[in-house]
């Protein structure tokens, strides 16, 4: 195919890609579900899990090899510029009224998904077509640890703000808890990543580089920003000058994470985080949200689907494993952190709640399964697995946390 012809036929896909996703997030919003979960579920949709089983021919001339290098790439610059976003949305201040309660919780949702990992490790690796053959029980237990552990940052956000709850005691222990969550599963996959198959040299590579580039930016960066703020602070606006300045940090600070040996959404994160906040961020936000929501994240959940085979859950046995990861990574993360919510002090419609919005994945379990397939962690069976898992659990956590909490404001009232 020549380039014209390339050009049609990625634009072809970004047609359908748009479309369905919008279609199936306001399918997902209609009954109650976040719109995240409809556009992760067109992802699979128009793989070979659906469309690819349905109408295989159809979808392959479609979906040509030739355009995978330019989905990848549209996908890598969306779930990229939507951790910037998330870190623009970070509010480091929610730490200082709950931050024991928040640790508790944080580190009981991490100690019981990282025990019951190396349990399932244990058994796990003995199964062909999950994670790669020279993988060590150390490396494939961190990553399912870290997987398992991780939660929907953003979704928690979202739900927080939606409900009004974020001056509560359920909304700020939520958030806190969820970001040290976070924070702490992404740097077990820093030391998952720098240590695997590199040696030792590229190990301590990624942790001091990615430590010393964190600090930077969480202590020097937004000082030296702040004059970017102050200047839109006053004019009301952003000049373009600034916008492709920003941009240009951006993707700086993406290479920079890649170099030291971690992955490029570490540095949009930590940039979003230390940019400082007011005018700026406002206008940062209304300028990339449309782009990277509508377009762009949409095409990381499609090359997400593209990779994952739900046919290859289809024998008893991986469909046994599927349904056992599942439930137990979901009692193992929703008891942990209603338990140490209730040993802090909270009630129990309060720390059922916590549990059922730290169980959610979302987004950011399939940003951290596609960083393992891409650097050789895990097979594509397993990748599977945790699709299912990322979707089942963010579906869930909604209804869940309606269910528990809307029962203590019934019992308030009567």
């Known amino acids: 195919m020549n380039t014209i012809e390339l050009i049609f036929a990625f634009s072809l896909q970004l047609l359908i890609i748009i479309i369905a996703s919008q279609v199936m997030g306001y399918l997902a919003k209609f009954i109650g579900q976040p719109k995240v979960v409809g556009e992760m579920i067109a992802g699979v949709m128009l793989g070979p899990s659906l469309l690819g089983f349905i109408w295989p021919q159809w979808q392959q001339s479609v979906f040509i090899e030739q355009t995978q290098s330019w989905l990848y790439l549209g996908a890598q610059l969306g779930v990229g510029l939507y951790m910037f976003l998330v870190g623009l949305e970070f509010n480091t201040d929610l730490f200082k009224n709950q931050l024991k309660s928040a640790i508790s919780v944080s580190l009981a949702g991490m100690l019981a998904p990282f025990a019951v990992a190396m349990l399932l490790c244990i058994w796990l690796m003995d199964v062909p077509g999950l994670f ?17 552990a991780i939660t929907a940052f953003p979704m928690l956000a979202r739900i927080v703000y939606e409900r009004g709850l974020a001056g509560t005691a359920l909304g700020t222990l939520a958030l806190a808890a969820g970001a040290i969550d976070d924070a702490a599963a992404w740097f077990i996959l820093a030391i998952v990543l720098g240590s695997y198959g590199g040696g030792v040299l590229l190990a301590l590579k990624a942790l001091f580089g990615g430590g010393l580039y964190a600090y930077i930016m969480l202590t020097k960066a937004t000082m030296w920003l702040q004059p970017l703020a102050n200047n839109a602070q006053i004019t009301g606006k952003l000049s373009h000058g600034t916008f492709v300045f920003i941009l240009i940090l951006f993707g700086l600070s993406a290479y920079a994470m890649e170099w030291v040996g971690l992955h490029a959404v570490f540095g949009g994160f930590l940039l979003g985080v230390a940019m400082p ?51 137990a990574s979901i009692l193992a993360k929703g008891l942990a952190c209603w338990a140490a919510a209730r040993l802090s002090g909270a009630d129990n419609p309060t720390a059922m709640a916590i549990g059922a919005l730290m169980n959610a994945r979302g987004l950011m379990e399939l940003i951290i399964i596609n960083i ?9 069976g397993l990748f599977s697995i945790m699709v299912v898992m990322a979707i089942v659990t963010t579906f869930m956590a909604t209804p869940i946390f309606e269910l528990v909490y809307a029962r203590k404001h019934i019992k308030g009232r009567e």
């Open 372 to 380: 393992a397939l891409q650097h050789g962690i895990i097979e594509q």
């Open 132 to 148: 790669t053959e020279n993988i060590s029980f150390s490396h494939a237990s961190l990553f399912m640890g870290a997987a398992i």
């Open 277 to 327: 906040r007011g005018q700026l961020t406002d206008i940062l936000t209304s300028r990339l949200h449309t782009i990277t929501l509508v377009i762009l994240l949409p095409m990381f959940f499609t090359y997400s689907g593209l990779k994952t085979e739900l046919t290859l859950l289809a024998s008893w046995d991986l469909l046994g494993i599927t349904l056992l990861i599942l439930l």
